[in-house]
């Protein structure tokens, strides 16, 4: 966390996220439209990476409520009830929020009420039994299900 959103904070984190999941080529990132997001150096890195840059529309908020509803969980979840005395002590309990609660154990009903983790986790095991039986199809549930948890997870792992 900073406190600042720069370009070099979101390239730090889009880094930090690709070196994390390596996705393939054609991934598609999505922002609001913030300077930082709209910068040539940022924009750049979204080439190096082969990703697809995807922005809301102006005053449209709702094409990005899965993050939207992220940082509302949050909020209401953890940071209302606190009362942080440094920048550094609401980095550590935030961070250990995402990564060993939000991620690893709170259950979503978007997800078939599974975690995050163990929602990717069951999605990748159905893509190697599906590869392994040479059937290229899934299932569109699980497609939709794999693109909102993308969505609610990019913004994790970009941002810790």
């Known amino acids: 966390m900073s406190s600042r959103m720069t370009k070099a904070l979101v390239s730090q984190s889009l880094f930090r996220a690709v070196s994390t999941k390596r996705p ?83 259950r979503q009903e978007k997800l078939g009420y599974l975690s995050p983790a163990n929602f990717e986790r069951r999605f990748y095991e159905q893509v190697q039994f599906t590869a392994q039986l040479g059937v290229q199809v899934l299932t569109a549930d699980l497609k939709y299900k794999s693109k909102v948890k993308r969505a609610e997870l990019n913004i994790v792992v970009n941002s810790y």
């Open 24 to 106: 393939e080529a054609g991934l598609v990132h999505h922002s609001d439209r913030g300077s930082q997001y709209c910068a040539h150096e940022f924009r750049r890195l979204l080439d190096q990476f082969k990703m697809q840059a995807s922005m809301s529309g102006k005053g449209y908020c709702f094409d990005n409520a899965p993050m939207e509803s992220f940082w509302g969980t949050l909020k209401t979840e953890l940071v209302f009830h606190r009362k942080y005395t440094t920048r550094q002590e609401a980095t550590q309990d935030i961070t250990e929020y995402i990564k060993l609660f939000y991620n690893r154990q709170r």
